[in-house]
């Protein structure tokens, strides 16, 4: 018999299980901490019109009886997402909406789409304008400011790579003639609407919002804001000018904001931004960019494991067809217009 199975020893100490080990109480609290999520199941679903400081303008029940906005603080279990306008969220708490009430935003719904910009093509920290928008408007200027060739190809390559369907509105036509910029993009296929400084075509521009949530983007000074302000006149969007010095326009919107535009009774979403001055693609990836070219697309499939399809890229397919008049001058002009895309960021 060993000396640890004695009788003397069961008869000093007697015999012990887990139950006799003593545990010292928790002095921040009786409860165990858990990861297990209240499921909200019967929570108000809404999309996010603005944000300010923290706080949230959340629209509830679009277009439904009970259409109501209200304000909505994220939730302590969304502290490392960021809520934007756009989104589609469900909340909990106060959501009647009155005066001094405040709901939580618990839960954000799957995004269609996501319109990102970086602040320059080597920075991978991307900054989110807005979610869910399934168009962009590009507002630019015939002159004053002078349009730029390259911010609007990033505006496309931003777009292509959300998903985005592009459109343009030149305004300013009365200070010069913007067809040899729009030549640009001839092999683009973009919808192009024109507009004088003094006649605003509202009817054509009106008819391509409603139905869409759109964003509208443009470098500042272009009159974005104004074309806003005339689309939906309880807009209230701040206004500037171009400095005759520098000819840069001033930053007047400050923040992004959905405007519902009603026309011959339908409805849009008009989702105005701050005007900037760069776009960075450092998040972008190419292959959302040939995507938008589905007729040169379907020959790069037949392009080298990883082709750029620039013009100095070997064996490449697409220039391969073109040289060889497979693809018409159409696809001569589509091509330079892919390859200026891509070298945005190459």
Not at 63 to 78: F, K, V
Not at 97 to 106: H, N, P, S
Not at 202 to 207: A, F, G, M, T, V
């Amino acid at each position: 018999m060993s000396w640890w199975d004695t009788d003397d020893e069961d008869e000093e100490y007697g015999e012990y299980d887990e139950a006799d080990v003593r545990i010292r109480p928790n002095r921040k609290g009786s409860r165990p901490r858990t990861k297990v999520r209240p499921e909200h199941a019967d929570a108000d679903t809404g999309f996010v019109l603005g944000v300010d400081r923290g706080r949230y303008a959340v629209l509830v029940d679009e277009g439904g009886p009970d259409e109501r906005e209200i304000i909505a603080a994220r939730a302590s279990e969304l502290r490392r997402k960021s809520v934007v306008t756009g989104d589609r969220v469900d909340l909990v708490g106060d959501t009647s909406g009155d005066e001094g009430t405040l709901a939580r935003i618990v839960r954000i719904r799957e995004r269609t789409t996501l319109l990102r910009r970086s602040a320059d093509d080597t920075d991978a920290v991307e900054r989110v304008i807005v979610a869910n928008a399934d168009q962009m408007l590009i507002v630019i200027a015939a002159a004053n400011p002078e349009p730029r060739v390259r911010l609007v190809d990033r505006y496309l390559v931003a777009a292509y790579d959300a998903g985005i369907a592009p459109l343009v509105c030149v305004t300013k036509t009365d200070l010069a003639d913007p067809a040899p910029f729009l030549a640009n993009f001839a092999g683009l296929d973009l919808p192009v609407v024109l507009s004088r400084s003094d006649d605003m075509p509202l009817e054509e521009i009106s008819d391509r919002l409603v139905g869409h949530r759109t964003v509208f983007v443009g470098h500042s000074g272009v009159g974005k804001s104004t074309l806003v302000n005339a689309l939906v006149p309880d807009a209230n969007r701040a206004t500037g000018h171009v400095n005759v010095v520098t000819g840069r326009g001033r930053h007047t919107s400050s923040s992004t904001v959905s405007l519902r535009l009603e026309h011959d009774g339908r409805t849009g979403w008009v989702i105005d931004t701050p005007g900037v001055r760069s776009f960075g693609l450092g998040h972008v990836d190419p292959a959302n960019i040939l995507g938008a070219f589905a007729d040169l697309a379907r020959v790069a499939e037949d392009c080298p494991r990883g082709c750029t399809h620039l013009p100095d890229s070997p064996d490449c397919a697409i220039i391969e067809a073109v040289e060889a008049g497979e693809l018409g001058e159409s696809g001569r002009v589509r091509l330079d217009s892919l390859q200026r895309l891509l070298a945005t960021f190459a």
